[in-house]
């Protein structure tokens, strides 16, 4: 047998050349392909959570106009505002603990009492407390013949998916509640003789 060329076994032939650039381009185009799907599931994620956050608003504002139209005064609807908005509040602050959801369930059921029946706003963050409670506001006003109220709650809601800038500008979306409801304190204080 002859020896073969080194130069001839070690060459590969021009086929072999084209098909390894074909699969170094094919893993480029699957890594572009897969980061697109990517920002498509996180942006829908994010808009699927805007919307859940839309329907704890519209239900914190009908707590609150329920609460407002019974007779209650700010201070109770601040309170059964906030606590209607737990769902979208964001991370427990207080009271700190371990053991995830079913413990903060337990604490929440035990806390949101204590909660609503706190007399003074300097003592409910020392009983129940939540990150995004700070960007909660409310607003209220009647309308007609003083017969209804139109209620609002806002929330800033924080993108919290990466690359959020790639399909919008700022960093947290407002999200609007209404309810409209009749008061009717006026019948419980005629049944009360008051």
Known sequence: MQPACLR???SAPPNARRHGRRSGQALIESCIVVLLLCLIC???L???RFFAAQEIMDYASARGARARTVGFN???VFKAVRVSTI???GTLLFPSL???PAA???VEQARIPLYLGAEWHGNLSGILDYDLWGDIRFSHQQTGSGNQIDFQVYQDIPFTFPLHQLYYAGDSLEIRGEASIEKHFRLYLQDLEL
Do not use: E, K, N, T
């Open 42 to 44: 996180f942006g829908l």
């Open 74 to 76: 700010r201070f109770m």
């Open 46 to 48: 994010q808009i699927s």
């Open 8 to 10: 001839c076994v070690h």
């Open 87 to 89: 769902p979208s509040a």
């Open 98 to 100: 371990d053991g995830g």
């Open 104 to 106: 903060q369930q337990v």
